[in-house]
């Protein structure tokens, strides 16, 4: 397992950050990307070990080659970038940020996934970060979950367009990443106490927990095509 390089797209911060760390500490080799430089580098010297970096922003298209060029050949890639746009109440959900929501996500980790071809072994794999959005019914998630069902939905197909290469996904509940400052320090506990009411196992997601998901589907060789729903079910509508 040592000599297999994964590359984390958004791997500065929250769940790719803790992806990193439990990879690294599994013997993989790592590469992390985010756009901001500084965060980058500062997530680099927190983490140690075989970890390299580039810096990218996966929503400019016309700059992917260089990027995955810079970041060579790799046996995993795994797509854990992604902001809140696109979120609010259907009725009044802003449809130039719902717009922007998907090209930073949905459609940056389409490109992404297309422009590592060149460079990703044919035993290796892909594993996308989408988010239970897509599969439960929360109000105020309608831009969300659109977004986030376009990459479950990528899924099986390109685990039957690209084979053998494997392609997966993680479906993350509430998880406590700085996705959520957002909300402000005021605001966050109660949310979070509000999201924990409502999972059955009485909390919300730490980022070490999808972590351990995606070493899961990077490590299976028999698994492809999934959808993990990993989201202490939050999911089921408590
Ligand atoms: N936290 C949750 O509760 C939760 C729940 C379900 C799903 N998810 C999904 O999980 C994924 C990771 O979220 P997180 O909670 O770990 O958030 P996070 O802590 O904000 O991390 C996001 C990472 O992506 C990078 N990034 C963002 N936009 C990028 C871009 N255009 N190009 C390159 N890198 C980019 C960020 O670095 P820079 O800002 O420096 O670029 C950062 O490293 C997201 O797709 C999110 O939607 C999160």
């Not at 005021?186 to 351990?212: C, K, L, W």
Request: charged residues 15%; aromatic residues 6%; contains cysteine.
């Amino acid at each position: 397992m040592s000599s297999q390089h994964v590359a984390i797209i958004g791997g500065s911060s929250g769940i790719g950050l803790a992806t990193a760390a439990h990879l690294l500490e599994k013997g993989y080799r790592v590469t992390i990307t985010g756009r901001d430089a500084t965060k980058l580098q500062a997530a680099a010297q927190s983490l140690g070990g075989d970890i390299a970096t580039v810096v990218m922003d996966a929503a400019e298209l016309a700059s992917l080659a260089e990027a995955f060029r810079a970041i060579g050949p790799l046996d995993h890639l795994v797509l854990a970038l992604g902001g809140g746009h696109g979120g609010g109440p259907f009725a009044t959900v802003d449809l130039a940020d719902l717009k922007r929501g998907f090209e930073q996500k949905a459609i940056a980790h389409f490109a992404c996934a297309q422009a590592c071809l060149p460079y990703l072994s044919g035993q290796g794999s892909v594993t996308f970060v989408s988010a239970v959005s897509a599969q439960a019914a929360m109000p105020g998630t309608a831009g969300l979950g659109a977004i986030n069902a376009a990459i479950a939905a990528l899924v099986p197909i390109l685990a039957v367009e690209l084979k053998p290469i494997r392609v997966n996904c993680v479906s993350p509940g509430v998880v406590e990443t700085p996705w959520w400052d957002f909300l402000g320090d005021e605001q966050r506990p109660a949310a979070f106490a509000s999201f924990a009411a409502r999972t059955p196992v009485s909390r919300i997601g730490r980022p070490e927990e999808i972590a351990d998901a995606i070493a899961f589907l990077i490590g299976n060789g028999f698994t492809t095509g999934h959808t993990l729903i990993c989201d202490g079910g939050i999911r089921l509508g408590q």
